[in-house]
């Protein structure tokens, strides 16, 4: 069985970019702005394959001064559903959406009485037209032990209330996505999660427009897809997948002419936040790398911040197993900068990229058969994740300058330190098919403590 998860910080590295440009507006809420989002990067955040791979979600409104009756309450409780029997929970995924005056980095929440912190995936400006400066959206994983699946749950601290420096932003909604596995079946499929944040207001055309590219080719067969809306209540609206319009035909959209209609929440509408779920196969053909979906085009002014789709994929395409963590999604908030490998595969080369570290410094690669932590070692500021094994070391002779935008790449098939065939520093042997390995990387930051990257586990084919 091939197993692939994959996480990326490449959202929020682009999101802390346009933060650093664009700041808060001063002027405050409903200020007039020029429209700005980050939009949906390229490619999923999430990506899993397994027997069986799909997901389940359970979303809710979290808008207590809203316009439904009855409104949310907060602490709000959302009951999220249970996988099938015999099935495996892969991770557990908290999405949360406002509109505020500010938009912070992160975001403090508790999860059934534990404190998490989200990390932001995406904004966009103006607001839903509500007044305030941006729509904002946060997002945390790896909170598996934290949700009780098949019974309620209590989130506190999502709804209206203060958001950085706004005391009085505005939640929209919530989505929880739990993907799991079953072993029992045959087939494999791939799950892939997307976030960002586009709005018709924030895009500057009109419309919330997002294409979601596949880890691996759409190979025909059912295609259970999500997407959120944020603000939806009665008013026009249109809901496009590939150009066609699905209004009123995909679950959880609600008429022709009026997509989204706030239907996730305590009241039967006008709750403003929707969830559509359902199986899109109609409107995408087999050998598709991505699809298209889009709303607006009406009175209502919606957002999009989150989807995810499940499906048979190519059987060509086989996702590497890597599983990034101590990152800003898993509580490693100075661990900002990514790694990426281009492949699992020994039978050629495999070169691990670091991206978004200090430019033009000193940097290597680390490697550990552990995933201990070490929070703050001396001269550094941030975790350290690849000890609490019995083997961790550097590519010392390999060391080097990251670029001018703070990338920095190492050929780990033919290193100065462990050498040729995929040789490990000390002289520790060769990693072999079937072994897993962690790894990250260090770099220099002039002024400052050195830093780590986050750090990735990567299962050899």
């Not at 509580?331 to 039978?347: E, H, K, M």
């Not at 410094?361 to 941030?382: D, F, Q, R």
Request: glycine share 12%; with cysteine.
């Amino acid at each position: 069985m091939r197993r692939a998860l994959y996480f990326s910080v490449a959202a929020l590295l682009a999101a802390t970019a346009a933060s650093a440009q664009r700041g808060t507006n001063p002027s405050g809420g409903g200020a007039s702005v020029a429209a700005s989002e980050t939009g949906f990067p390229s490619g999923a955040e999430w990506t899993f394959s397994g027997m069986g791979a799909d997901f389940i979600q359970a979303s809710s409104s979290t808008r207590t001064a809203g316009i439904a009756s009855p409104p949310v309450t907060c602490p709000m409780t959302l009951n999220v559903p249970a996988p099938p029997p015999g099935s495996n929970v892969v991770d557990v995924i908290v999405s949360w959406t406002y509109l505020a005056n500010d938009n912070p980095m992160t975001d403090p929440i508790s999860i059934n009485g534990t404190p998490v912190t989200g990390a932001q995936l995406g904004w966009g400006t103006p607001d839903l037209c509500w007044g305030r400066t941006y729509g904002v959206t946060y997002m945390v994983s790896g909170v598996a032990s934290l949700v009780n699946l098949g019974a309620t749950n209590k989130f506190d601290g999502v709804c209206d209330g203060t958001v950085g420096s706004d005391p009085s932003a505005l939640g929209e909604g919530l989505t929880v996505i739990v993907i799991y596995e079953d072993p029992s079946s045959t087939t494999m499929r791939t799950v892939d999660v997307f976030a960002g944040y586009t709005s018709s207001q924030s895009s500057g055309t009109g419309a919330a427009k997002a294409q979601l590219d596949f880890t691996c080719p759409y190979n025909g067969g059912p295609l259970h897809f999500f997407v959120n809306a944020d603000d939806g209540q009665f008013a026009s609206d249109l809901f496009l997948i590939n150009g066609v319009d699905v209004s009123g035909l995909v679950a959880g959209t609600f008429a022709a002419g009026d997509a989204w209609a706030g239907l996730s929440g305590p009241a039967p509408d006008n709750n403003l936040y929707d969830a559509a779920d359902d199986d899109v196969q109609a409107y995408v053909n087999v050998g598709d790398t991505s699809m298209v979906i889009e709303s607006g085009f009406g009175s209502d002014c919606v957002a999009h911040s989150l989807a995810a789709v499940a499906y048979e994929p190519d059987p060509n395409c086989a996702p590497c197993t890597v599983i990034p963590f101590c990152n800003p999604f898993t509580g490693s908030f100075d661990n900002v900068a990514t790694i990426t490998p281009d492949a699992c595969d020994l039978g050629n080369p495999i070169i691990l990229t670091m991206n978004g570290a200090a430019p033009n410094e000193l940097a290597y690669l680390t490697v550990g058969n552990g995933t201990g932590l070490i929070v703050n070692p001396p001269g550094a500021k941030g975790d350290l994740c690849v000890a609490g094994g019995n083997f961790v070391a550097r590519y010392a002779k390999d060391i080097g300058m990251t670029d001018g935008s703070g990338s920095f790449s190492t050929d780990i098939s033919n290193t100065l330190t462990g050498g040729p065939n995929f040789g490990l520093p000390l002289h520790a042997g060769n990693i072999q098919v079937g072994e897993t390995w962690h790894f990250q990387y260090w770099y220099r930051v002039t002024g400052a403590p050195s830093a780590f990257s986050e750090a990735v586990s990567i299962t050899f084919q």
